[in-house]
């Protein structure tokens, strides 16, 4: 599926890859009627900090690509309660970009 078919062309969506599952992360100005595609969202919420390299990105939404696998509980606890920081302060995504698949759309 593509993540971002349906979805309005303001944004930033990214592609997280788990194991045998993927997340994707869409960051827009503001939600639209159709934040997750076709998908059940995981979170779909405003963003509580700004990052100067992207003013204007302030929701997020998030959702399972292909819908959730059954091992997927605990990246749907991360993702739904997660506390957004800007990059700067989040040395631990370094780590994680290391390790894990990133696929970007612009």
Not at 7 to 13: C, E, N
Not at 74 to 97: G, I, S, Y
Request: hydrophobic share 40%.
């Amino acid at each position: 599926m593509d993540p971002s078919g349906p979805l309005a062309d303001d944004g930033v969506t990214d592609v997280y890859s788990y194991k045998d599952f993927k997340v994707a992360v869409n960051f827009t100005y503001i939600s639209d009627g159709q934040p997750c595609a076709d998908q059940p969202c995981i979170r779909d919420a405003d963003l509580t900090v700004a990052t100067d390299d992207a003013p204007s990105l302030r929701h997020a939404a998030v959702w399972f690509l292909d819908g959730p696998p059954a091992t997927a509980a605990e990246a749907r606890r991360f993702w739904a309660k997660t506390t957004w920081v800007p990059h700067a302060d989040a040395t631990w995504f370094t780590d994680l970009a290391a390790q894990g698949t990133i696929y970007t759309r612009r």
